[in-house]
């Protein structure tokens, strides 16, 4: 009696910690054809010990064939990894235990720092995704730059920089680029909960530290309970689900899901 074979190593999807693997690997690939080896050794470090990079993919956070927007994008890490799922996806490597692989039809990134975008520049020039959009970044403050029409806002770790006056006027032109989408837009938006003071106090410390080794000023930091996050967000008009955002962490940090609903008449 004939029996069935199992299929070969090479027609089987990848686990998806040997997936996850592959994507850090070939994100941080990215970064490596410059002469200057901070990128690759950020990269490394953000993507492999950060676990909101893998929780977007886990959950199914970034949508596919969206415009993604990403302030405060440092060297652009959302793009080079989101050109890593794409290629995977393509290669029929996807794990069956994840939601369908997400992918950008154009990014966008604003950084402030200068010599962050332009390593993200140099980095990013090289990638094409599959829409055959270049990623680009521009050198400017996200509180006052150009926010272009898109699908998704990415906003990680960046809003406490600015005071709760800016904050609110930051968001309100979000929702207006969200809302020119033709599907419910997204926001990202990662923050530390200051309702839990002791991990709240350990992240502001962190960041004094990583700031100052990457060569920047310290500047002050306007954080909020988590509570006010939600209702700045649900008085702007969105739909918001909190997701604990601090494993392997002594953080406070909580990824912020915020849909916005599509006006009638789109699709």
């Known amino acids: 009696m004939k029996r069935d074979l199992p299929p070969a190593p090479s027609a089987r999807r990848p686990g998806t910690d040997a997936a996850w693997k592959t994507l850090h690997r070939s994100a941080c690939a990215v970064y490596r054809r410059s002469d200057d080896r901070w990128p690759w050794f950020w990269a490394r470090g953000k993507l492999g010990r950060d ?12 949508p596919a064939d969206a415009r993604v927007l990403d302030l405060g994008c440092g060297q652009g890490l959302i793009a080079a990894l989101l050109q890593a799922t794409e290629l995977l996806a393509r290669q029929g490597r996807w794990p069956d235990a994840w939601p369908a692989a997400p992918s950008a039809r154009a990014y966008a990134g604003v950084e402030l720092m200068a010599k962050d975008a332009a390593r993200g520049q140099v980095a990013l020039q090289r990638l094409t995704f599959g829409s055959g959009e270049v990623p680009r970044i521009v050198c400017a403050d996200m509180c006052t730059a150009e926010l272009p029409a898109c699908d998704v806002v990415v906003l990680l770790d960046v ?17 207006q680029a969200l809302a020119g989408s033709r599907r419910p837009g997204r926001l990202l938006l990662r923050v530390a909960d200051a309702t839990d003071r002791r991990r709240y106090a350990i992240g502001q410390w962190v960041d004094r530290i990583v700031t100052t080794v990457r060569g920047h000023a310290q500047p002050p930091t306007w954080g909020r309970p988590l509570a006010e996050w939600t209702a700045l967000l649900q008085g702007l008009g969105f739909t918001v689900n909190a997701v604990p955002m601090n494993r392997g962490t002594p953080f406070a940090n909580v990824l912020v899901v915020a849909d916005l609903v599509a006006p009638r008449g789109t699709r």
Not at 52 to 62: K, P, S, T
Not at 159 to 175: E, K, N, S
């Open 159 to 175: 809003l406490h920089y600015v005071d709760h006056a800016a904050q609110d006027a930051l968001l309100r032109r979000v929702r």
């Open 51 to 62: 676990p909101v990079f893998r929780g977007l993919l886990e959950r199914g956070d970034m």
